[in-house]
């Protein structure tokens, strides 16, 4: 079996799930944080909804330079969630396109992440989309989880039933 094919129903369904969950995002608490420290509301939902556009820039460069990558990598808040849904679904189109598309050749070749001359670390282009894109969008998913619930936003379904919905 392909790697892209062990990949894409995974990468299907955590994209689900994710949407699921930016589609709970109440544009009007875009500016609420729950610390001083933490991102906020809004901040975190547009990080997250810019994350797949990491796979496909995984999957078309060998090498990512955070000092030269452009606005992608700040954080934002969207205009409205709709805005950010919109974003969403295009980056996850791109994304799953990018991960058909790949051979498992080039799925194996190195990738680095750096800033200018400080390398964070080179790892298979595979590995680097699990780890550096997806598992971070599951990170980040928990936490905008936890947002939501503090909100009294009622959370879907995201690898069970919750308190919510049975």
Known sequence: MAIR????????????TTRRLLERVPDEHFAWKPHEKSMSLGELAGHIANLPMWCSATLQHTVLDLDTFGEDVSLRAPASRTAML???DARVSAARAAVA?????EMLTPW????GSQEFFTMPRISAVRSFVMNHLIHHRGQLSVYLRLQNVPLPSIYGPTADEQ
Request: aromatic share 8%.
């Open 5 to 16: 094919d062990a990949l894409l129903p995974e990468f299907d369904h955590e994209m689900a």
């Open 101 to 105: 598309a790949s051979s498992d050749p």
């Open 86 to 88: 919109e974003e969403f």
């Open 112 to 115: 680095t992440l750096k800033k």
